[in-house]
C-alpha cells in the first residue's frame, strides 16, 4: 500500500512538474527564480538567477543567465533593484512597478513575488520589456506639450497685429490727422494684415501637407527671379533690424521644374528666419551655384545659432530654434517644416549646419536643374487686358457685413458701380435684375450656397456670359476644382491682395 501510495505521489508530482515547465517555457512574458545575496552587514548586493524561462533572453537580452549573478552579467546594473528585491525576499510582501534598467537600457514591467522557504531568500519575477511602450508615451507627452506650446505661441502671434491695428484704426478716426501721420497708419495696418495672412497660409499649407492635399503647379522657371521675390518679402523686417541681406547667384541662369509661388515660400522664410534669429546690425546672406545636375542655395547669417542637440529635430512640427525668442520673434515653428515638405515635393532635400549657440547657421537646399538650363525660356505673353479704368458693374456678394461693405467702398473708390447683397437667394436676384458686368461671390452663403448660385446664374441665358469670381477663404484644390466645375472664372482667396483683384478685374 504504501508503495502505490509513494507511486502515486511521484507521478502526481511529475506531472505537475511537467505542467509547470510547459508553463515556464510557453509564456511570452520574462520569468526567472533568483536567491539574494547579502554583504556582511546583512544588506543585499546582488543576486544569482537559479532557473530563466526562454522569454528571459528575449525582453533582457542576456544569454545564459542561469548560474550567474547580476553583476556578472551587467556589472553597472543599479543598487536600487537589489534593495527591492532585497524588501520582497525579506518580507514576504509582492510588488509590480516599472523601471528603467540603465545598464541594460531598457524599461520593464515587473511583477516580483517570494518563493520557497523564508530562509531561502528566493524571489521570482514575471517581467516584461515595455522599453518602445514608454518611447511611445514619451513621444506622445512630447507632443502633446508642443502642441499646447503651438496653440500659445498661435494665440500670441494672432494677437500681436491686432494691436497696431487698433491703434491705427484710432489715429485714422481723428479727422485732424495729417497725411503723413494717415500714411504711416494705413502703411502699418498693411504690414500687420500682411503677416496675419502669411500666418494663416502657412498654417494652410503645413495641413495640406499633412493630408497630402498640398498640389504643386510645376513649370519652367528661373531661380534668379525667385529668389529676387523672396528677398523683397524679407525687406521690411531685415530693415527694420538693420540686417544686410547679401545675394549672390551664378552668372548663368539657372533654370528649375518647380512651383514658382512655393519655391519663393521656401527662400522667403529661410530668409525670414535667418532675419528673426539674428541681432540688429547682422548680415544675412544667400548664396546659390550649380554642382553638376543641381543648385544648391544656402541661407547663412550670423544669429543666434542652434544647440547641437536641437539639429537633429530643426525640421520637426513646431520647435523652436531659441526658446528666449518665442514670445517675440520665434514664430509658431511651422516654417521649417514647410520648408522641408517643399523642398522635398520638388525633389530636392534641405539641411541644417551650425557650429552651436552664438556662432550663426546655415541652411543648404539642393534641387534639380532642368537638363536643358542652357536654353532660353519661351517668353510668357501676359493675358489681354480690358482698357484701363473701363467703368464695370459689380455685385459684390457676402454675409459678411463688413467684407462687402469695405470691398464695396474700395471698388467705388476706383470708379466702378457696386451693388451689395447678403444671402444666395438675393444674388440671384440681384444678378438678374441689375445684369452687372462681373460678380464678386462668397461659396459660405445663408439660403443658397455660393455654389449653387453659380450653377443657376450659368443656367439662365443671361448668365451665360456673365464674369464670376469666387471671393471665399477656401483655397485648397478641391475647392477650387468645385468653384471651376460650378462655373466660375476665377477663385481668389481672402483677404485678397487689392492689386490682384484690380488686375483680375482688368483682365475681365
Known sequence: METAARVRAEDQFRRSEERYRMLFNSIDEGFCVFEMIYDAEGAPVDYRFLEVNPAFEQHTGLADAAGKTILELVPNHEKHWHEIYG?????????????RGEGLARWFSVYAFRVGAPEERRVAALFT??????????ELAEAHRRKDEFLAMLAHELRSPLAPLVNMLHVLQHSEADGDLVHQATETMERQLGQMVRLVDDLLDVNRV?????????????LAPIIEQAREVCCPLAER???EIVVQMPTEPVYLLADRARLTQVFSNLLNNACKYTDA??????????ERDEVVVKVADTG???QPDQLPHIFDMFAQVNKSLERTEGGLGIGLTLVQSLVEMHGGSVEAFSEGLGKGSEFVVRLPMLADAAETPAEETPAPRSPEGRRQRILVVDDNLDAAMSLAILLEIEGHEVHTVHDGLDALNAAGTHRPDVVLLDIGLPGLSGLDVARRIRREPWGADMALVALTGWGQEEDRQSTQEAGFDAHLVKPVEHADLMALLGRM
Not at 493630408?211 to 510645376?218: E, M, S
Open 304 to 306: 543666434v545659432g542652434i
Open 87 to 99: 524588501k520582497v525576499a525579506a518580507t514576504g510582501e509582492s510588488v509590480r512597478f516599472e523601471e
Open 281 to 290: 546690425s547682422g548680415q544675412v546672406s544667400l548664396k546659390a551655384w550649380t
Open 210 to 222: 499633412a493630408r497630402d492635399k498640398l498640389v504643386l503647379r510645376k513649370e519652367r522657371v528661373e
Open 241 to 243: 533690424l538693420s540686417h
Open 129 to 138: 520589456d515595455i522599453t518602445e511602450r514608454r518611447r511611445a508615451e514619451e
